[in-house]
């Protein structure tokens, strides 16, 4: 189902301390987190897990520090498809989820491109061969352009909640 066809799920002032907190450090305990919001523990874990029933909450991360493991090189490419087609880009979208260094993927409109990809690789080097005989050599990839990240200015993982009510 396309995400403009599901349900947005009300959640009320409680809930969105709950997801604010859990966005700042999802590795509270529950003892934690309901001292954060103002609730006693039962409460916290019954909205919490409500949350999670409801689809708001998706999963729990850790974020890794992708420099000190070497990963220093961080690549924006812009891709173009020979075909718009459901099938070639369904294809696309299967192959590029098969790539590690692939972030984030990305079906966009209003540029020349057709996909938006965030790539994280060690270096150039590593960069090249990923270009050459990984994203090049998909099927219907008609055009790449790359640039590179030279600081990360904002880098967050965090929703805006303040426009819920």
Request: charged share 25%.
């Amino acid at each position: 189902m396309p995400d403009t066809e599901k349900t947005l799920v009300k959640i009320d002032k409680l809930d969105r301390k709950i997801l604010e907190q859990l966005q700042k450090d999802g590795s509270l305990t529950n003892q934690q987190l309901a001292e954060k919001v103002g609730l006693s523990p039962s409460p916290c874990l019954r909205r919490v897990r409500a949350l999670e029933e409801a689809g708001i909450i998706v999963r729990t991360v850790t974020i890794l520090d992708h420099k000190k493991l070497g990963l220093s090189l961080t690549a924006i490419i812009l891709i173009g498809m020979d075909r718009h087609t459901p099938e070639r880009f369904a294809a696309f979208e299967e192959q590029v989820g098969e790539y590690p260094e692939v972030q984030e993927c990305y079906l966009i409109t209003g540029q020349s491109a057709d996909y938006m990809l965030k790539v994280v690789v060690p270096d150039m080097d590593h960069y090249h061969h990923f270009l050459l005989n990984r994203i090049t050599r998909i099927p219907g990839v008609s055009g790449v352009h790359s640039s590179f990240v030279l600081r990360r200015v904002i880098d967050s993982t965090a929703l805006p909640l303040g426009y819920l009510s």
